[in-house]
T-cell receptor, first 111, second 111 residues
Framework: NAGVTQTPKFQVLKTGQSMTLQCAQD?????MSWYRQDPGMGLRLIHY???????DQGEVPNGYNVSRSTTEDFPLRLLSAAPSQTSVYFC??????????FGQGTRLTVV | GENVEQHPSTLSVQEGDSAVIKCTYS??????FPWYKQELGKRPQLIID?????GEKKDQRIAVTLNKTAKHFSLHITETQPEDSAVYFC??????????FGKGTHLIIQP
């Protein structure tokens, strides 16, 4: 039982490049979400999903896309990376919108 | 939407003393209040949570109190130890978009 798995752990992108951060969970949780963590800002919600085929925006969705084709996977896509997207990204899952379990994080640097 | 304020941003206590971190929330519909601990370079991990039908919950050296009328909740750590040094986040949930986090408290345990 791996819990929530994120890949990659580290990534450097050039401005304008696109990429996908992967997130998978094996706990059969219906609720999954993506957060970004910046110094002094806490964890801010980017997008979330309450089940396969259903996604919605959080507090800071601009520049990011998500999809949820299966219960297990919830990838986050950066369409055209910008330096302002340099951050640590966490994926989380929960059985309801309550006890969230986090992945190990992806440290993204955009140069 | 929900807004969570957390204080202080940094808290330094002597080993063996108690530490208290306070949070306020804005949405009276919020009914779930978790606390997460994040060690340097690691993922946030749930340490304790409380629901709105309970005023206090305790787990060994950690306790959380909730005042629904005043819309604030607090984390209490007694007999602090070096391994308690970390960043602590409070969060609130009750609406459709999951957890809203405070900006975090850096707890430093002085030997």
């Amino acid at each position: 039982n791996a819990g929530v798995t994120q890949t990659p752990k580290f990534q450097v992108l050039k401005t304008g490049q696109s990429m996908t951060l992967q997130c998978a969970q094996d706990m059969n949780h219906e609720y999954m979400s993506w957060y970004r963590q910046d110094p002094g800002m806490g964890l801010r919600l980017i997008h979330y999903s309450v089940g396969a085929g259903i996604t919605d925006q959080g507090e800071v969705p601009n520049g990011y896309n998500v999809s949820r084709s299966t219960t297990e996977d919830f990838p986050l896509r950066l369409l055209s990376a910008a330096p302002s997207q340099t951050s640590v990204y966490f994926c989380a899952s929960s059985a309801g919108r309550k006890k969230a379990f986090f992945g190990q994080g992806t440290r993204l640097t955009v140069v | 939407g929900e807004n969570v304020e957390q204080h202080p941003s940094t808290l330094s206590v002597q080993e063996g003393d108690s530490a208290v971190i306070k949070c306020t929330y804005s949405d009276s519909a919020s009914n779930y209040f978790p606390w997460y601990k994040q060690e340097l370079g690691k993922r946030p991990q749930l340490i304790i949570d409380i629901r709105s039908n309970v005023g206090e919950k305790k787990d060994q050296r950690i306790a959380v109190t909730l005042n629904k009328t005043a819309k604030h909740f607090s984390l209490h750590i007694t007999e602090t130890q070096p391994e308690d040094s970390a960043v602590y986040f409070c969060a609130a949930s009750g609406g459709a978009d999951g957890l809203t986090f405070g900006k975090g408290t850096h707890l430093i345990i002085q030997p």
